[in-house]
């Protein structure tokens, strides 16, 4: 396997800057942040994309994932795509359109979303899924034949949380661009095991995310080695299965220590004998 670190801890630096510090740290590849304070679809062109693509030509790094879960920066959960509001919840919408086709435009593969969002806490669980799925519908519309992959992301306190739930809303939209971004840390903080729910939906993971998380299983994203998950259990569990696509450390709480923070990390997959 290959492994990159996400863009999103580097909201202070320019795009270019970070992808020239994680080649200098050694990493094989950047997920891109498209949003916040990076490729926001809404302000970047097509000067931006030629400059992206060529300071990866330049360093050799190649794309990841890209991020489509920051549409800002600030309060990022909201609008969401099960927003009682039609009007609110189609700006979700239309933002995922516009980084499918910019991440069509740079050359990824996938971008990751937000698991639904927040359910409203004057609606049911059921019609928060069957709203996500009215959402995922317009989206596999668009990215069916671009032939980018959307990646949902389960998290914790949103409506998907497990790979349970990832399965039944995969189920219910029924498209073979629809993939899990697995996220290790966030599995780990709802109570599963990394390692042995990778099994469980290795058939639709084209990108695994790593971090790790503490003790009590706060939803924190914590420098690996400083928290209580079997990270190496989890990567020996994906090794298992041939997997020789990318592994993304992310750690976007550490925006102020972002490069050291990208070099410990990777020192840690260094020591533990995985680069």
């Known amino acids: 396997m290959q492994f990159a670190f996400s863009a999103n801890a580097f909201q202070p630096y320019d795009q270019l800057e970070t992808v020239e510090i994680l080649a200098d740290i050694g990493y094989d590849g950047v997920e891109l942040l498209l949003g916040a304070s990076h490729l926001h679809p809404a302000d970047t062109g097509q000067a931006d994309i030629a400059a992206v693509e060529n300071v990866l030509d330049d360093t050799g790094l190649e794309i990841s994932n890209c991020n489509a879960f920051m549409m800002t920066a600030e309060g990022f959960q909201h609008p969401s795509y099960v927003e009682t509001d039609p009007r609110y919840r189609q700006q979700r919408i239309d933002y995922t359109h516009e980084s499918l086709r910019l991440a069509d435009a740079i050359g990824a593969d ?121 990270i190496d259990g989890f990567l020996e569990a994906v090794a298992e299965t041939g997997y020789d696509g990318f592994v993304t450390v992310e750690l976007y709480p550490y925006q102020e220590t972002a490069a050291e923070t990208a070099r410990e990390a990777y020192e840690y997959l260094d020591e533990h004998g995985w680069i």
Do not use: K
């Open 110 to 230: 996938s971008i990751s979303i937000q698991p639904g969002g927040p359910v409203p806490a004057d609606r049911s669980y059921e019609w928060a899924m069957e709203t996500f799925r009215e959402s995922m519908r317009s989206i596999v519309q668009i990215a069916e034949p671009l032939d980018v992959d959307v990646l949902i992301e389960p998290e914790p306190d949103l409506l998907i949380e497990t790979t349970d739930q990832y399965l039944d809303i995969a189920d219910r939209v029924d498209s073979e661009a629809v993939g899990c971004n697995f996220d290790a840390g966030h599995l780990f903080c709802v109570g599963e095991d990394p390692a042995e729910a990778v099994g469980r939906v290795v058939d639709q993971t084209p990108h695994y995310h790593v971090e790790d998380i503490p003790a009590d299983r706060t939803h924190e994203h914590t420098q690996l080695g400083d928290g209580a998950m079997d």
